[in-house]
């Protein structure tokens, strides 16, 4: 399911238009992402958690160049399925 | 903090921004996940622009071992759910670390390591100062300093080592004979002119090629007298070797210092103004050292030819631990104020010694110019000329291929003109290579820009000048500065001109369709847009 059809059939479920829905997701993940960024955890039931991880800085190594770069600490987002879910596509 | 949000916390945030009943938001966000499972149950992929793609993967089949029993244990191959999130998701989340950026390590050195080497090269020019004093030719830059540094380890191992003599006079002769080569190259060709360009050095360099040889002569003519069993032959033969290059070097300093006598004071006036006790003290222990040492010279003359007094031996002794104590002390607070002044140098960009050097520069203007054909003609006298000055100018640490670059530099704009080259030579001989060549390139278009940055307000230490408006850009949602000059600048570090430029007074909030104006960056060293 791409964006456009999951756009449509949200804006259905919903009874907006499609621009609507658009601008609403959007806002949905700034407000998502204000709260992850606070380190809080998102708990959606049946759905899974969403969490904030933070990964340490690391030098790699390019194998064919032997060039070593230092990749700094970065906060990623973590998605957990939840047990429902993991059940359910097992 | 560290909250555990659920779907309502967040239909709570998403009605504020979107001026819309927190049960409407809550409603929303169920669709939103309910249709998420749908679609996964459907395509076994969802894909939500500005959130990410949750889908199903599949999971091989692997081994493993149960942690509570050790039992190796089959895990069949499954399905399980994955999320990536968004490209915009990732830089939101990741908005407080947004500033760090993927650093390349090189292999060359940085600039604290360079830093540490240059500590660290003291001690290795005195581990290899045989290697050094037996290359006759001076071809490192740093040859006279370690020179120096030998000779002054020599003379303090002398009084420590009177019972072995054997040991440190096949060295001396050597530094003599070192140290006697750029004098003598410089002595014939240079003539007047690089002897009064080099004089404040070079005299110091002779006293001290003078102290260095008058330890070996009398701990050799010691030698015999206290220890009758110690064959005659390698002490004769140093001797004589000796002799030969003492002779000539006595006429060599004498008439330089004689003829620089009053030219090192004219040269070191400069030097007065910035250490004046440094400075005195170190014309005093010159002029002092030489009147002892030609003593000493002329004595220790005598003394090979006729066979010495025991007690004459004490005497010059006693003299020359006096010497060599005033020496040792002068060159001590040589190599402090040289120290202090390098680092001055560096982090206010050698102004202090500029003046000093533009001070002697001027005041031997009308020299240097036959000195630079003298550069340009001879190559060896003028690298020794420039090492001298680069002594001096307390660049000692200089390499020598800059300071070959530097010497076609300064022979090839002193040919064209004398004001310009000037103040070339000053730059190359204080600035390290990376700076120079700055230096020279900067010279025209500088001008344009820096008339144009005037307008503007500049970061004081930046490394970049504003020198007008690139564009304007539009703030949206998800954009950061750090993003935006990472974008438009090519590095983070460069969003403080945007905060700058814009007078942005609180860079954490900057309001939706807010107008950003990009500044456009002239790097100022290399004087090129930064812009990409």
Redesign the interface.
Known sequence: ???K???E??AN??QLTTAQTK??????????????????????????TFE?KKKK?R?IVNPSTR???????????A?K?SAG??E??? | MNQRLTLTDIATLLAQRENITPQQAEEFLRAFFQLTDEGLERDKFVKVTGFGTTKIVEVSERESVNVNTGERIQIGSHSKVSFTPDNHLRELVNRPFDHFTTITLHEDTSEEELEAANEAELPSLLATHTDVSTASVPEENSLPNSAIKHSVVEAMEVPEEESSPVSPTPLSPTIAQSEATPEQIDAPKGSKDSALHTAPFVSCVQAEALVSDAPSPITESEAPSTEDVLPISPSATSEESITPTGSEEIITPAESVLSSDALSERNTAPLLHTSSSTATLNLETDQSNSSHITNIQGSIVVKTEETTPHEKISFWKTAFFITLALFLCALSFLWGYYQGVRTNSLSLSGMPTTAVVSDTMLSTKNRTTDNSNNLAASSSTSLNATSATNDVNNSSFAKPPASEASLHQVSSSLEKDLEKPQKSTISTQNAPPSQQKVAHSATSPKVDYTTEARKYQQLPRGKALIVGTLRTHTFRTGDNLYRLARKTYGSNEFASYIILYNGITDPDVIQLNQAIKLPKLIDKEKLTPLAQ
Request: hydrophobic share 45%.
């Open positions: 399911m791409n964006n059809e999951f756009t059939q949200l479920r919903c601008r609403r997701i959007e806002r949905m993940v700034v407000a998502l992402a204000d709260a992850l960024e606070e380190g809080d955890t998102l708990n959606i039931p049946n759905f899974g904030v800085e030098i060039q070593r770069q230092l990749i700094p600490p970065k906060l990623a987002l998605f399925p879910l993991k359910k596509f097992k």
